[in-house]
């Protein structure tokens, strides 16, 4: 192992310097090199503790993909390596472990039955929540200081709060909006709705209404044949995130505070009747009920749809696709999801790191350490960029370079956390498609649907209820 080498104050040099020494050991025992203070003074005296952590692929390097070495790992073998160097309470070693995102669940529930879980994991909130409900991970809350609510927007915090405490230290995020073909805005006409380049548009809902109709009547056939104004579908679970947020266009807040289901009201069937007049007035794609996210995805950058969903991977991809002659180029602009009262609704999956209950006082304690440290490090924050960062700090110091890091950081003010943490969230995302689809084949009227799914949604919700160890 290399010696310790002291971080410079140039974050890229620093950076690079430990990640030659995290890349220095064997490339596939999966323990960084400089995780130990062994050959320090304080070594000898110190206890020695082991943990893991555990993540599914976010990104390549520490601060770039492109760094020499650069693997899904680099980020967590540097950030072990500068913790180790200054913790003063055990002699830590910290291994580090990639797992997919299709084995993640099997293995948690495998190592959870044999009482042998990792002791951090870094994942998206979205797919850990139900953890939270299990009793499997270790609150949080303690680790949350006022530097970091002021820096991190309330928002955030909403989407890693279960009950009454946090139980996922947010460090990225990414956003979903609207996608728009600003090109088919321009050929019908609607060129004074277009946003900037690197600006989130806000619509009134008003004003998305005229968007739809001047796409509809007014876009060039000959130049955009079997194209529609915007997305719908409800094939299966998939992007039901931006269907959550259609059923609040109207104010409805879905959940109580208790995490029940309450969009059986005039605000909720409203919505529900937007989205079927939107259906059946040829606004959208037809045949919905059998459209996945993935075919209206498709559709749009075929330029068939001139209003679709995104968040911020897609939207890349969708630039990367342009770029290498994949997808058709066009000037692909983002917007916000509308409301009847003005403010734009938005929404986003946070990721971050959890700790898991492992019985081990000492492991229990180095995890939520070394969550805390990787996750207020000045320095190691920065690698939030590889994202979208949830600190305003790091959004700002990079704006310049990613000048929607800025637009996502004013649309914070304006989230909602769109699982409302509620426990079976998982099983919920069942229930919403095939309402759906009732509706749009008009088997269901908009307040039918509303009314099923708010029936069958609680019932899923109050079993979970019951092993939840949350739920009140």
């Given amino acids: 192992m290399q010696k310790k080498r002291t ?18 050991g064997n490339a596939g025992d999966n323990e960084p090199a400089g995780a130990s203070n062994s050959g ?42 500068k913790f180790t160097e200054q913790y003063d309470k055990y002699n830590a070693k910290i291994n580090v472990q990639v797992v997919a995102g299709d084995q993640r669940d099997e293995l948690l529930n495998v190592n959870l039955s044999g009482g ?48 009454d405490d946090v139980y996922f230290y947010p460090f990225s995020h990414n956003p979903g909006t609207f996608a728009y073909n600003a090109d088919m805005f321009k050929a019908a006409g609607l060129e004074s709705f277009i946003g900037g380049e690197t600006e989130i ?13 001047g796409l509809k009547n007014n876009l060039p056939k000959d130049r955009y044949s079997n194209a529609y104004p915007m997305a719908l579908y409800a094939l299966n679970n998939q992007g039901d995130t931006w269907n959550l947020a ?78 290498s002659g994949k997808a058709p180029k066009f000037d692909i602009r ?46 190691l924050v920065k690698s939030s960029k590889n994202s979208v960062p949830v600190r305003s700090s790091v959004a700002n110091e990079y704006k310049d370079q990613y000048p929607f890091f800025a637009a996502y950081d004013k649309n914070a003010a304006y989230m909602f956390a769109f699982t409302g943490n509620v426990p079976g969230y998982s099983e919920l995302r069942q229930v919403l498609f095939p309402e759906l689809q009732a509706l749009y084949i008009g088997e269901k009227t908009a307040a039918e649907a509303v009314s099923s799914y708010q029936t069958n949604g609680n019932a899923v919700i109050a079993k979970a209820k019951e092993n939840s160890t949350l739920a009140k």
């Fill in 334 to 379: 983002l917007a916000n999801i509308p409301s009847e009262g003005g403010d734009p609704l938005t929404f986003t999956y946070v990721v971050g790191a959890s700790a898991f209950k492992t019985g081990d006082a000492k492991r229990e304690e180095t995890a939520k350490d070394f969550i805390k440290f990787f996750s207020t490090d000045p320095e």
């Fill in 246 to 323: 259609y059923l609040r266009m109207f104010g409805n807040p879905f959940f109580d505070e208790n995490g029940n289901i309450v969009l059986n009201d005039e605000r909720g069937v409203k919505a529900a009747e937007w989205m079927k007049k939107m259906y059946d007035n040829g606004y959208t794609n037809p045949g919905a009920e059998s459209v996945s996210s993935n075919d209206a995805n498709a559709m749009f950058q075929n330029q068939q749809l001139a209003i679709s969903f995104t968040n911020a991977v897609l939207f890349n991809n969708a630039k990367a696709d342009m770029e």
């Fill in 116 to 163: 042998t879980p990792p002791d951090i994991f870094f994942e998206s909130v979205f797919a850990m929540g139900d953890y939270a409900h299990r009793g499997a991970l270790l609150p949080l809350t303690d680790l949350v200081d006022d530097a970091a609510r002021s820096d991190i927007a309330k928002g955030y915090w909403d989407n890693v709060t279960f009950g």
């Fill in 7 to 24: 971080w410079q104050a140039s974050i890229v040099l620093a950076l690079s310097l430990a990640l030659a020494t995290g890349c220095s």
């Fill in 201 to 213: 548009k806000t619509w009134t809902l008003a004003e998305y209404e005229q968007i739809l109709d």
């Fill in 40 to 81: 320090s003074g304080d070594a000898v005296s110190k206890e020695n503790v082991e943990i893991s952590v555990w993540l599914t692929p976010q990104w390549k390097g520490v601060l770039e993909a492109t760094e020499e070495g650069a693997d899904y790992d680099s980020f967590f073998k540097v950030a072990a390596e």
